[in-house]
């Protein structure tokens, strides 16, 4: 086994510190990633401090991963040393299982996290990204387009896909109205790429601070959410509505956006319950849906879209000795928009 660094919290309580531990030896489909960047999911803050009751520890965390391939197994096809790869939130699933669809893996049965999770073998721990380097399935890898910057690219792995896959599945183009609900790491992803698949794109935001940036971005229109006009002006406007917000709003308003078979996604997920009421749905045939990451082949694809349009994260750098201040900064949303750290600081 190889010996590597990072930074692991050991429990819910304390801030992540220095952390040396073994990756696993490679096997013949396995890649080897020496770990050039690493983005800051708000998962992983989640995930540090137990809020979600399922962690385990040591636990190293991060997936959203962008790096260069050090070394690749015997039967190997896709990668080869030197190439730009990265990985997302999960490196396995149960290939045998009956209900596997490659296209749907990650609501699968038998999904393997990144981190805070275990290998197939059921004991040994994985280990994400705030590492300097991560062993692999190659079809569990992703190759990151040349003309994409490593470190703002890191940011796709997650907050990319998990705003492309709904744009997608609802079918977001040209003639359809989205609005993007929040304008943080997801928000800003969403705003980029449906601008790019050619929608009209509107921003509903707590407050109109954001909203030079949200127009810069690709938004068309952008609107505080703290304004009760707001809900009377747009009354009926909207056939998709991502909501990336994880605080507990009312879901009923932001329903009363959608035209006639509009969806209303959740993408963030709030604490606690949040209550709906049917005649927010049933007059106009209206639907709540939720969506989560995509899979690999949906990643893929989303990366070869963002290298086609020249589509990345807006991040701050920052050293991994940074990585707990970030994690304030983050809870008080005083990042634009995405921080990725800089692993040669290591």
Not at 9 to 31: G, M
Not at 69 to 84: E, L, P, Y
Not at 175 to 182: C, H, L, M, R, Y
Request: charged fraction near 20%; proline fraction near 4%.
């Amino acid at each position: 086994m190889a010996q590597a660094r990072g930074y692991a919290a050991t429990d819910a309580s304390k801030p992540l510190q220095p952390f040396t531990f073994e990756r696993r030896e490679p096997n013949d489909d396995d890649i080897v990633i020496d770990i050039k960047f690493s983005g800051i999911c708000h998962s992983d803050i989640h995930q540090v401090r137990n809020e979600w009751g399922n962690s385990s520890y040591p636990m190293v965390p991060g997936h959203e991963i962008a790096g260069i391939v050090t070394a690749v197994g015997a039967k190997v096809t896709k990668f080869k040393v030197g190439d730009r790869a990265g990985v997302g939130c999960f490196v396995n699933s149960c290939t045998q299982c009956a209900t596997r669809d490659l296209d749907i893996e990650h609501y699968m049965p038998g999904l393997i996290p990144t981190y805070n999770g275990f290998e197939a073998d059921g004991t040994t721990p994985t280990y994400g990204g705030y590492s300097d380097s991560i062993v692999v399935k190659e079809g569990y890898a992703l190759s990151i387009p040349e003309n994409l910057a490593l470190d703002a690219a890191a940011p796709l792995l997650c907050a990319g896909i998990t705003l492309y896959s709904p744009l997608v599945h609802w079918k977001a183009g040209p003639g359809k109205k989205v609005a993007i609900v929040g304008m943080g790491g997801l928000g800003h992803m969403g705003v980029k790429l449906a601008h790019a698949m050619g929608a009209d794109v509107t921003v509903l935001s707590q407050s109109l601070s954001k909203k030079e940036d949200g127009l810069k971005l690709g938004a068309d229109h952008y609107y505080a959410t703290s304004d009760a006009e707001t809900f009377k002006t747009l009354a009926g406007t909207f056939d998709l509505i991502l909501c990336t917000v994880s605080a507990e709003i009312d879901w009923n308003a932001y329903l009363g956006l959608l035209k006639v078979d509009g969806s209303l996604v959740l993408l963030g997920i709030p604490e606690n319950a949040v209550p709906v009421h049917a005649f927010s749905l049933v007059p106009g045939r209206k639907s709540l849906s939720g969506s989560m990451i995509g899979s690999i082949k949906e990643t893929q694809e989303m990366l070869d879209f963002c290298g086609k349009h020249n589509i990345v994260s807006e991040i701050e750098l920052i050293r991994m000795d940074q990585v707990n201040e970030a994690y304030e900064r983050v809870i008080k949303s005083d990042v634009r928009y995405r921080f990725v750290i800089d692993m040669a600081t290591l």
